[in-house]
C-alpha cells in the first residue's frame, strides 16, 4: 500500500492498517463511534501520535467563521474521517475533500468500516498552501 509518490504514504498505509484491523475483529454494523474508540486503541498500542474529535477552525476569505470536529488528526498532518454506513457516496468524500481545504491540510482519509468489506479513500487537498506545511490552522 506505501507508494513514495503520495504525501505521507507511509503515514496512511499504517492507518488503512490499523482500520482493516479493527474491521477484521469487529466487522461491520456497529455505529461509528464504537469503531473510533478501537481505532483509538489501535493508535495508542502503536505508538502513533493523534488528537481525537480534535476541534479546529474553518476560514472564509482568513475570517474564522466556525468550528469542526476531525474525526482524528495524526501526526498533526493526516485528517481522518470515519463512516460507518453501507456504502460511500459521492457526497462523503466532497465532504472529506472540503474539511481538508478548510483546515488547509494536505492529506486525508476518509474510511468507512460500515460495509461488508472495509472501504477506504485516500484524499489530497488540491488547493494546499505549501508555505504552511506541516502547520495546519490548529486551534
Excluded: C, W
Excluded at 481538508?100 to 484524499?123: C, H, M, T
Aim: aromatic content about 10%; glycine content about 6%; hydrophobic content about 40%.
Amino acid at each position: 500500500m506505501i507508494n513514495e509518490k503520495y504525501k505521507y504514504s507511509d503515514l496512511t498505509s499504517k492507518i488503512i492498517g490499523l482500520a482493516m484491523e479493527v474491521h477484521r475483529q469487529l466487522g461491520n454494523g456497529f455505529q461509528e463511534v464504537i469503531y473510533q474508540r478501537a481505532l483509538e486503541i489501535e493508535f495508542i498500542n502503536n505508538s502513533i501520535s493523534f488528537s481525537r474529535e480534535h476541534e479546529m477552525p474553518v476560514f472564509y476569505k482568513n475570517q474564522q467563521i466556525g468550528l469542526r470536529r476531525v474525526d482524528f488528526l495524526v501526526e498533526n498532518v493526516v485528517s481522518v474521517e470515519l463512516k460507518a454506513i453501507i456504502e460511500l457516496q459521492d457526497v462523503h468524500l466532497a465532504q472529506a475533500i472540503n474539511y481538508l481545504e478548510a483546515y488547509d491540510l494536505e492529506v486525508g482519509l476518509l474510511i468507512n468500516f460500515g460495509a461488508k468489506s472495509l472501504q477506504f479513500k485516500r484524499i489530497s487537498n488540491k488547493s494546499f498552501k505549501q508555505k504552511n506545511q506541516g502547520n495546519p490552522k490548529i486551534k
